[in-house]
C-alpha cells in the first residue's frame, strides 16, 4: 500500500485525478444496488467511473503498443483505444437500443473528427502565436468530414423529402450497406496514399 501512494504522489497531476475519480469504479456497481429508484445517480457514477477506466485503458494500450513495433502496436491503438465506446456499443446492441447506438457513432465522430481538432487548434493559439499544419492532411481530414457529413444527413435527408411511407426499411438499409463500402474504401485509399 504504501508503494502505491508513493507511485501516486510521484506520477503527474493528471494521473492523480485519474487515480482520484477510480473510487467511483466501486461506488458505480454498487449505486445500481443502493440507488435503483435514482437512475439519474447511477448514470453519473458510471460516467465518474468510466473516466479513469478509458484513460487507464488507453495508457495500457500505448505501453504495449510501444514494445510490439508499429504495425502491431498500430492496430492495437485503433482497437483498443475506443475500448469504452466498444463495450457500450456492444451492450446496447444486445439490448436492442439501436437509435443509441446511431446517437453514440454520430458522438463518437463528432467528437473525434470537430472537437478534437478544435480543441486542438485552441490550445494550440493560446500557446503559439502562429500555428502551421500540413495541407494534405487538412485535405483528408476536410475530405473525411465531408464524406462522414454526407452519410450522417443522407438517410435523414431522404426520408424528410420522400416521406417515410416511401423510405422502407430496406431501401435504408441498402444505403447503410452501400455507404459503408464506399466510407471503407474511402478510408482505405486515405490510408494508403
Known amino acids: 500500500m504504501h508503494q502505491l501512494l508513493n507511485y501516486i504522489r510521484s506520477t503527474s497531476l493528471k494521473n492523480r485525478i485519474f487515480f482520484g475519480l477510480s473510487i467511483f469504479c466501486p461506488i458505480a456497481f454498487i449505486s445500481k444496488y443502493i440507488f435503483s429508484d435514482n437512475p439519474t445517480l447511477i448514470f453519473c457514477t458510471a460516467i465518474l467511473a468510466i473516466i479513469p477506466l478509458a484513460a487507464f485503458s488507453t495508457e495500457a494500450t500505448e505501453s504495449v503498443a510501444q514494445y510490439c513495433g508499429n504495425f502491431f502496436g498500430g492496430f492495437l491503438n485503433s482497437g483498443l483505444g475506443n475500448i469504452a465506446e466498444l463495450i457500450f456499443t456492444i451492450v446496447a446492441l444486445r439490448k436492442g437500443l439501436i437509435n443509441v447506438v446511431k446517437a453514440s ?89
Request: with cysteine.
Open 105 to 193: 457513432i454520430l458522438g463518437a465522430v463528432t467528437s473525434n473528427v470537430c472537437v478534437g481538432v478544435g480543441l486542438a487548434l485552441f490550445f494550440g493559439g493560446l500557446r503559439f502565436k502562429e500555428q502551421t499544419f500540413g495541407e494534405k492532411l487538412a485535405g483528408i481530414n476536410a475530405a473525411s468530414l465531408t464524406c462522414l457529413t454526407i452519410v450522417i444527413l443522407c438517410p435523414s435527408a431522404l426520408k424528410i423529402s420522400l416521406g417515410s411511407h416511401v423510405m422502407s426499411t430496406t431501401i435504408m438499409r441498402r444505403f447503410s450497406y452501400v455507404s459503408a463500402i464506399i466510407l471503407f474504401v474511402l478510408d482505405e485509399i486515405i490510408d494508403r496514399g
